[in-house]
C-alpha cells in the first residue's frame, strides 16, 4: 500500500456489554495492520469496562498501541468522543460505538480511498443494519430515507452546497466515518451541547470551517 498510516480506532461504549465484544473482534480481525486501540467508556452501569479490560490484556499485542478511558460521570456522546480523541496518535481517526462492528476491510478500504483522494480530511460511507448479532440471518432491511435524496450524490457537490444541506439534514451515519486527526483537533473535537447527538452538527461544524 502506497502510504500506511497509522489509524487511532476509537470506540465509544456506555453500558455496551451486550455487544462490545463482536465490536472489538471485528477490530482486531481488521485486514489492515497499523491500528491503534483506544476505548472511551462514560461511566457505564454494567459490565463494559471488565470485558473492555479483559479483552485489551488478551490482544494488546495486535495494535501499536491500546488505551481504555474512563470516566467517573455520564457526560454524554460528543464528550465521552472526545475524550478518546485526546488520546489518538494516529494520522486518521475511526470512530465507532460499542454496538457496532467492521467488516474485516473497512480500514484498509478507507486508506485506499484515502490515497486516492489526499486533499480531503472527511470520508463517509453507507453501512448494514443488524438485529442483536452481526449475522447474515439477522440484517434488518436499509432505512427507506436513506441515504435521502439529498445525501444520494453528496460527494459530487461543491463545498458550499454540502454546507447548505447539512444545515437541512444529515443521512452521513457517525460509525461510517473515517477522519483526519489533526483537521477534527484542530476544531476542538466532537460538538459537545446535544448530548445524545454529536455527529449531525458537528459535521455542520465540519462544512461550515470549509472542508468538503
Known amino acids: 500500500m502506497k502510504n500506511s498510516p497509522l489509524v487511532s480506532i476509537v470506540v465509544v461504549t456506555y453500558n455496551s456489554e451486550k455487544f462490545v465484544l463482536e465490536t472489538l473482534e471485528s477490530i482486531k480481525s481488521q485486514t489492515y495492520p497499523r491500528l491503534e486501540l483506544i476505548i472511551t467508556d462514560d461511566c ?35 464528550r465521552n468522543a472526545n475524550r478518546g480523541l485526546y488520546y489518538v496518535t494516529g494520522e486518521w481517526y475511526k470512530g465507532i460505538a460499542g454496538d457496532d462492528a467492521l467488516i474485516e476491510t473497512c480500514i484498509e478500504e478507507y486508506i485506499k480511498a484515502i490515497n486516492l483522494h489526499p486533499e480531503y480530511r472527511f470520508f463517509h460511507s453507507l453501512c448494514d443494519r443488524y438485529k442483536d448479532v452481526f449475522s447474515p440471518g439477522n440484517k434488518l432491511p436499509s432505512f427507506s430515507n436513506f441515504p435521502n435524496k439529498i445525501f444520494k450524490t453528496n460527494c459530487e457537490n461543491e463545498q458550499s452546497k ?36 454529536e455527529d449531525w452538527p458537528t459535521w455542520i461544524k465540519v462544512s461550515e470551517q470549509g472542508y468538503k
Open 44 to 78: 457505564s452501569e454494567d459490565n463494559t469496562v471488565n470485558i473492555c479490560e479483559e479483552w485489551v490484556k488478551k490482544n494488546e499485542g495486535r495494535f501499536e498501541n491500546s488505551r481504555i478511558v474512563t470516566s467517573p460521570v455520564n457526560t454524554g456522546i460528543g
Open 162 to 197: 454540502q454546507y447548505v444541506n447539512f444545515l437541512l439534514s444529515s443521512s452521513i451515519l457517525s460509525c461510517t466515518c473515517m477522519i483526519n486527526s489533526e483537521a477534527i483537533k484542530n476544531m476542538n473535537g466532537f460538538e459537545e451541547r446535544i448530548r445524545k447527538s
